[in-house]
């Protein structure tokens, strides 16, 4: 199985910070990378998929690069609406394997 | 509008069964993959089985934890996936959501209000 390790587990930030999730995968994930937004009893929201490429709708102070066993999710400026839990999830392999998740947190 | 009906859950004692059902609408049902994912109290999300389409033989794909205790399976003609679960534990207890992969890439780009399956004594 491929296991996906995001880091940090937990962020603090203020409002207006840049602020950048990893995401390590143990194996080669080809480009079949998707970034996950989850506020608290809220459904999962799609962000970014393919590493890189923005879901429609989603606002672009988000952005998801990376290559390999390393991604990154970053929010270039944070706003009030997006403190929430982060996931990132493969699709390259069965079975299809979630990060742990990264909660962003009001400083 | 593309929406995702997740119905069936419940409480429900270790050793019994229960059946999820998801309605869709909104879109050709047939042409997507569908897939399973749920989330403990308080965790993280996990994936648990997937059914391909009618152009994949509605071939399926499962978690390892569920394997041979669950069951995915689709009917096309009344837009519906269902998530047939026997032999549960109480490390089943989760909230069950209903996904699309869509069809441009291979993410889960729309998720149902998701249904809660507690398995207790």
């Known amino acids: 199985d491929i296991q996906l390790t995001q880091s940090p587990s937990f962020l603090s930030a203020s409002v207006g910070d840049r602020v950048t999730i990893t995401c390590r995968a143990s194996?080669?994930?080809?480009?079949?990378l998707a970034w996950y937004q989850q506020k608290p009893g809220k459904v999962p929201k799609l962000l970014i998929y393919?590493?890189?490429t923005l879901q429609s709708g989603v606002p672009s102070r988000f952005s998801g690069s990376g290559s390999g066993t390393e991604f990154t999710l970053t929010i270039s400026s944070l706003q009030p609406g997006d403190f929430a839990t982060y996931y990132c999830?493969?699709?390259?392999?069965?079975?299809?394997?979630f990060g742990g998740g990264t909660k962003v947190e009001i400083k | 509008e593309v929406q995702l009906v997740e119905s069936g859950g419940g409480l429900v004692q270790p050793g019994g069964s229960l059946r999820l059902s998801c309605a869709a609408s909104?879109?050709?049902?047939?042409?997507?993959?569908m897939d399973w994912v749920r989330q403990a109290p308080g965790k993280g999300l996990e994936w648990v089985a997937r059914?391909?389409?009618?152009?994949?033989?509605?071939?399926?794909e499962y978690a390892a934890s569920v394997k041979g205790r669950f069951t995915i399976s689709r009917d096309d003609s009344q837009n519906s996936l269902y998530l047939q679960m026997n032999s549960l534990k109480t490390e089943d207890t989760a909230v069950y959501y209903c996904?699309?992969?869509?069809?441009?890439?291979?993410?889960?780009?729309?998720w149902g209000q998701g249904t809660l399956v507690t398995v207790s004594s």
């Open positions: 996904t699309r992969r869509s069809g441009g890439s291979w993410t889960f780009d729309y």
């Open positions: 909104g879109f050709s049902f047939s042409d997507h993959y």
């Open positions: 059914a391909r389409s009618k152009a994949n033989s509605y071939a399926t």
């Open positions: 194996q080669g994930i080809s480009r079949y």
């Open positions: 393919d590493i890189s």
């Open positions: 999830q493969q699709l390259n392999n069965y079975p299809l394997t």
